[in-house]
């Protein structure tokens, strides 16, 4: 069955900007570690995979925006717990970037993962709990 075009751009769209998203929870991550903050033994693992969801191009939208929002969820938990946290910080960047601020996605220089989409479906969507 034929994909539609318009919905293949919206994902293709889509998962360009979670590579943007990723980019930023990874230099999160590394702004705990560099402020002496434990993050959990799981993280660096939840990072490598969803850097290769998005990289190879076959994992849906839906499942990577699953796995960023567990990684962010994460990211939040670790940071807050701190008298330091840098929440709001960290989530004003990820909101202006996820909306579209491309000024800002050249300002903060972030090595953004390289995405090539390989076309194998789009499949249903459901975030696992």
């Known amino acids: 069955m034929p994909v539609d075009p318009q919905r293949l751009a919206t994902e293709v769209a889509t998962l360009r900007q979670y590579a943007v998203r990723y980019a930023l929870l990874a230099a999160w991550r590394d702004d705990l570690l560099a402020r002496g903050l434990a993050v959990p033994p799981n993280l660096p693992q939840s990072l490598e995979t969803t850097r290769v969801k998005i990289a190879s191009g076959c994992a849906s939208s839906c499942d990577v925006g699953c796995a960023l929002g567990e990684i962010e969820a994460t990211l939040v938990t670790a940071d807050s ?36 989409y390989a076309g194998c479906g789009l499949g249903a969507c459901g975030c696992k709990h």
């Open 81 to 116: 717990s701190t008298q330091k946290g840098k929440v709001d910080f960290w989530l004003d960047l990820l909101g202006q970037v996820m909306g579209g601020d491309a000024s800002l996605e050249r300002l903060l220089n972030l090595p953004v993962v390289q995405f090539h």
